[in-house]
């Protein structure tokens, strides 16, 4: 069969059965190929592997065994794309294949004796020379597990030296060696740190820190972050990915991570350097002391509650931050309160921008879905593949973010038997003109009118199903610089059309 064209293959929800034909890898130039919820079994060609433009291969709900192929495509395909195949197995979905092994050849030197009907029987030379054979196999698989056994001794040897050296007390760690701006150290058995500041030239964070749940504060769709220190006793938190199978290669991670490390904004979180191993990813960020927005909207109650004036303030430095990373080519894909960061003062600042980034881009539909779907954040066409995600998304959480911040309420409540929608409350609301009703209560009415009617407008336009009606976010800082009242004008005005 000659090379075909074909680049793309949507055969999902076709009721079809039998093996995947092998003369399949002569489609050389397939890219897209959707085979999922099918009743297809056997096992895959392993020449799939060797198909050079693939980019996706869905194949889940189905009933393939046996092992994925290797190669190309293969080695960082999706969990997602395979999900729903019980009996298949392969390094790239962590799922390891049972190996069939032929059952061992046992002898026995007293079968001449006990049956000598069915078994000749064997010079006394030749059953000499076997003894000897069987003494020799013996005294191998001896010493093999000899040699295991010490090695196991050994490495349990070597790893508890290497905790006793990232204790406090010991004062080393694996990061504590000196590293200057855009310093980098690498080393075979920690991996390679690199930071981006120009002050710091030492990082004393003990590594039992990373993994002591006393210093995690708080745990997100990429992975716990956790608090540690500086030589000079500054903060720092410290986010360690646990998307390690989907994380690109060093190289491309790298290149990634050093683009984000050179976005500054003061309403963004600072990236201030990483570390890298193949299982080990950390992202080393400034320390952000006042919190979340979400624990300030929805758990710190008893405190003291944020007035308009900083949720004003909030909603436009964030809006901020978003436009400079639009206008740098970022798209943050993650917003939502508890993303957001405030400082001592109460100003905002934007986390987790641009780690979708850091994944191949086929998955990011599957994690986008994971940690936003539930929350109701995310933008509409996040759940169509065929639409071009754009700025226009972070536009819509954007938007579910100013609702949530003027009404104190979560984006999707649950109640017992119904499920209440922000959006769809607060658009009520105005449709009856009965906006008061809508605002958060521990603001006791000391709000002004003539903002909080167009911040919830605003909210509500950016959240339109249709991403063409959403304004850009360079619109929207020019928008609430309009809105913002002049200082000493009345609390209460005319609404705004």
Request: proline share 6%.
């Amino acid at each position: 069969m000659s090379h075909l064209d074909f680049t793309c293959r949507d055969l999902s929800q076709n009721n079809l059965t039998d093996p995947i034909p092998s003369t399949m890898d002569n489609l050389s130039n397939l890219k897209y190929v959707d085979l999922s919820l099918n009743k297809l079994d056997g096992k895959l060609p392993k020449q799939l592997g060797d198909l050079p433009h693939l980019l996706s291969f869905n194949i889940s709900h189905n009933h393939f065994s046996g092992e994925l192929p290797i190669g190309n495509y293969f080695n960082t395909i999706s969990p997602s794309s395979v999900s729903d195949n019980l009996d298949l197995c392969g390094a790239a979905i962590n799922h390891s294949c049972h190996s069939v092994l032929p059952k061992p050849i046992v002898l026995n030197p007293n079968s001449s004796s006990s049956n000598p009907s069915s078994t000749p029987s064997l010079p006394t030379d030749e059953i000499h020379h076997k003894k000897i054979i069987l003494s020799i196999s013996t005294l191998i698989a001896i010493a093999a597990a000899a040699i295991i056994a010490l090695g196991v001794i050994t490495i349990c040897f070597f790893n508890h030296r290497f905790q006793a050296s990232a204790s406090p007390s010991a004062g080393a760690h694996p990061l504590s060696d000196d590293f200057h701006s855009q310093s980098q150290t690498t080393d075979a058995n920690f991996g390679k740190l690199v930071m981006f500041s120009g002050y710091d030239p030492e990082f004393s964070a003990a590594a039992h820190a990373l993994l002591n749940k006393d210093c995690e504060l708080g745990r997100g769709g990429f992975g716990a972050v956790y608090k540690a220190m500086l030589q000079d006793s500054r903060p720092v938190a410290i986010k360690k990915l646990t998307i390690s199978s989907l994380v690109k290669s060093q190289e491309e991670f790298e290149r990634e991570v050093k683009k984000l490390g050179r976005i500054q904004h003061p309403n963004l979180v600072r990236l201030e350097g990483y570390y890298w191993t193949p299982a080990l990813q950390l992202l080393i960020y400034e320390y952000v002391t006042g919190g979340s927005l979400y624990n300030h909207l929805h758990e710190n109650l008893e405190s003291s509650p944020l007035s308009w004036q900083e949720r004003f303030d909030v909603i436009f430095g964030i809006s901020k931050s978003l436009a400079y990373l639009h206008r740098h080519g970022v798209i943050h894909y993650n917003l939502k309160s508890s993303n957001i960061l405030l400082d001592s003062s109460r100003d905002p600042k934007v986390g987790d921008c641009g780690l979708a980034k850091l994944l191949p881009m086929l998955d990011r539909y599957v994690l986008s879905s994971k940690m936003q779907r539930a929350l109701g954040y995310m933008a509409p066409e996040f759940a169509c593949r065929t639409v071009k995600i754009t700025e226009k998304c972070d536009l819509y959480g954007f938007g579910v973010l100013v609702l949530e911040i003027v009404t104190g309420r979560k984006p999707v409540e649950y109640m017992e038997d119904d499920v209440v929608v922000l959006c769809d409350i607060v658009r009520g609301a105005m449709d009856e003109d009965s906006v008061e009703e809508c605002m958060d209560g521990r603001l006791c009415g000391k709000f002004p009118k003539e903002e909080t009617v167009p911040v919830i407008k605003l909210g509500l336009i950016c959240t339109s199903h249709v991403p063409s009606s959403r304004p850009d976010m360079a619109e929207v800082v020019n928008i609430l610089e309009l809105i913002r009242c002049p200082q000493g004008s009345s609390s209460q005005g005319e609404e705004l059309s």
